[in-house]
């Protein structure tokens, strides 16, 4: 099984921080789903899915990356 980040609109799969292919054979393999959604967020990339690609004829699992959690700063008053 690899997993992937897939762009939702051109359905490229992630291969470097600039680049997509068509090729999920060329996309780059994150070793956990954590890791492909903290990728996504840590670049700012958006309208993106990870993708579970099975490699014995499977289906693939495609889900949406969740949004990035909002941090709340809060005043400490004293």
């Given amino acids: 099984m690899k997993i992937l980040l897939q762009d939702r609109r051109t359905l490229q799969y992630l291969q470097t ?4 292919t068509k090729n999920h054979a060329e996309a780059h393999n994150f070793l956990h789903s954590q890791k492909a959604i903290e990728f996504a ?16 004829g499977d289906p693939d699992v495609v889900a949406p990356v969740p ?7 809060r005043a400490v008053t004293r």
């Fill in 17 to 20: 921080v600039d680049a997509w």
């Fill in 41 to 56: 967020h840590d670049h700012d990339l958006t309208d993106v899915y990870v993708a579970l690609k099975f490699l014995g």
């Fill in 67 to 73: 949004d990035k959690p909002l941090h709340v700063a």
